[in-house]
């Protein structure tokens, strides 16, 4: 339920975003701005550099987890531990990290990035999944041209074996 709530919600999203049918994926050298600070976003989040995100992160950051639930950007930069006691005390413990971004759309004051995610990584000593999408949303304003990063959600991709058929939801949902 919670994962077609969450691709729901995606198809909303970018159903109200100023991005028309006649919008194209963007070019030149705006794209390879906001593919070099998507990289470079992971690369910080992979450090626990906070003091980064927290400055490329808008106020009002929000980010949806694999598992659906939603972290302010308070959740995501406000701790006081230094960067080694974050890597070593954090759920998530990542073997390797790379990010591919796919499509860039830019219209007007916002931005959309979408990435694959490769990753190999456990939670509380579980592998997860080993591709991921990332949907990352920038903005900016007149008053601050910079990109910064308003909403992330991340959705793991599951692969079925070839041949094999959906599996009906299950009662309730």
Not at 4 to 32: D, K
Not at 110 to 136: C, D, F, G, Q, Y
Not at 143 to 161: G, K, M, N, Y
Request: hydrophobic letters at 40%; a negative charge; aromatic letters at 4%.
């Amino acid at each position: 339920m919670k994962s077609c709530l969450l691709a729901f919600g995606t198809v909303i999203l970018l159903s109200v975003l100023p991005l028309s049918a006649s919008s194209q994926e963007a070019t030149g050298e705006s794209r390879e701005r906001l593919i070099a600070t998507e990289r470079e976003s992971h690369q910080q989040w992979l450090r626990a550099d906070l003091a980064a995100l927290d400055a490329l992160m808008a106020p009002d950051f929000h980010f949806v987890v694999m598992n659906g639930a939603v972290e302010s950007k308070a959740d995501v930069v406000g701790s006081d531990l230094p960067p080694e006691d974050i890597l070593r005390t954090r759920p998530l413990q990542v073997a390797s990290l790379r990010v591919e971004p796919e499509k860039v759309f830019v219209r007007g004051e916002t931005a959309i990035v979408i990435s694959l995610l490769h990753i190999e990584a456990t939670v509380r000593e579980r592998p997860i999944p080993e591709r991921m999408r990332i949907l990352s949303v920038y903005s900016r304003t007149q008053e601050d041209p910079e990109w910064r990063l308003t909403a992330r959600s991340i959705t793991p991709i599951q692969v079925r074996p070839a041949g094999a058929k959906a599996s009906p939801a299950p009662p309730g949902e």
